[in-house]
């Protein structure tokens, strides 16, 4: 019988190579394949730049379409994501299909390249016993490679430095060889983790003079169309789908901002004082919307704004058009298997009127069909 072929996105989401491999590194040391869901399992599960949703949609089919795992769901808090404290089951059965798709045989070459550079690092006087406690496996990179850059990180992490400094100056000017991988780099050096400076989150913002809303916008090509009408009434910021919404966005020191040109004038400079004093405070003052795409991400990204904006809704002079258009039969599903249904958001718009209809048409429609020409700013 031919093998069951890997999906194609397999190579593209390191998070899903990374779980399939520490459960397969388990079933080799004879412990029981199962892992907890956390920050430090899946780290990408809780950053404001992924889109979670769809990251965890992928775990999930790992059950559901190719019966590698059994998810087993913990009990969560309202304000807590469904696979918060989530265990993953290996199916033990399924081993030799999962080492086929990860290129693993049985007898793993790189476990032995692994063992051999290690004794060759601690011949040279590299403090080599937490490496010797953890093979580390990172995509496109040879057992060789990966230990000799991770040995690097404890000189170069005496001081503060990003992530991203970090990996170019250790492996080989490769920058973004430590994405996702900062929990990692905490796991094997605790006491130098702290030396690693977050990365801010960027928002392009418009801001008229006097604003009396703010509006949250998904995508860049309406963010850009709408900021060009130059609306009097709105602040418009571009929240570039899931680091919008991160829980962290309303911290000072965690988001810069970069400003679109208004006005020249001093009134101008005052808005922009005003808007960051109303953004990193506490109290809100000036109603929030946010228009994405009609589509159980987007309501996800609302949800998730929520948490720090309580009050915001779905801006419902952009979503009605396109609420009207999913219900006359229009819409795609090139992305619905991939999604999970929020269930509820908070605002009475999307839990009401728009979540429903998604559920029924089960297609979606995205920001960009409506003309932003059409709308009253």
């Known amino acids: 019988m031919t093998p069951q072929p890997a999906p194609t996105w397999l190579e593209e989401e390191p ?79 399924r081993e030799e299909l999962v080492r086929q798709w990860l290129n693993r045989p049985a007898l793993d070459p790189y476990a032995l390249v692994w063992q051999h550079e290690l004794e060759r690092l601690a011949e040279k006087g590299f403090d080599t016993q937490t490496l010797s406690q953890r093979m580390v496996r990172l995509p496109n990179l040879s057992a060789e490679q990966t230990l000799r850059s991770l040995a690097k990180i404890p000189a170069e992490l005496q001081e503060p430095i990003t992530l991203r400094a970090l990996s170019a100056r250790c492996f080989n000017g490769d920058s973004k060889a430590l994405d996702r991988s900062e929990a990692l780099i905490t796991e094997l050096y605790p006491r130098l983790a702290h030396n690693i400076l977050p990365r801010p989150l960027l928002l392009t913002v418009y801001v008229p003079t006097d604003f009396k809303s703010v509006l949250l916008v998904e995508n860049q090509d309406t963010f850009v169309s709408l900021s060009e009408r130059r609306p009097k009434d709105s602040a418009i910021v571009y929240s570039a789908g899931f680091r919008g919404s991160s829980t962290r966005m309303r911290e000072p020191g965690n988001v810069v901002f970069s400003y679109l040109a208004s006005d020249s004038s001093q009134n101008s400079s005052q808005a922009l004082s005003v808007f960051e004093r109303y953004w990193f405070s506490a109290e809100q003052q000036i109603p929030v919307f946010f228009w994405g795409d009609l589509d159980y991400a987007g309501m996800s990204i609302l949800k998730a704004i929520r948490q720090s904006f309580t009050d915001a809704r779905a801006w419902q002079p952009g979503y009605q058009p396109m609420l009207e258009r999913l219900l006359n039969g229009d819409g795609h599903t090139s992305r619905v298997s991939l999604q999970q249904d929020p269930e509820l958001t908070g ?31």
Request: glycine residues 2%; neutral net charge.
């Open 347 to 377: 605002c009475d718009f999307a839990d009401y009127s728009l979540l429903p209809a998604l559920r029924r048409a089960q297609a979606f429609i995205d920001q960009e069909i409506v003309s932003t020409n059409t709308l009253a700013l």
């Open 15 to 93: 998070l899903i190579q990374r779980l399939l491999h520490r459960l397969v590194d388990k079933l080799e040391r004879g412990v029981k394949p199962v892992l907890k869901v956390n920050r430090k399992t899946a780290p990408e599960l809780y950053a404001f730049d992924e889109d979670v949703q769809y990251l965890w949609a992928l775990v999930e089919s790992l059950d559901k379409d190719y019966h590698l795992i059994t998810v087993k769901k913990a009990r969560v808090k309202p304000y807590q994501e469904l696979y918060e404290g989530a265990q993953l089951v290996f199916l033990p059965e």
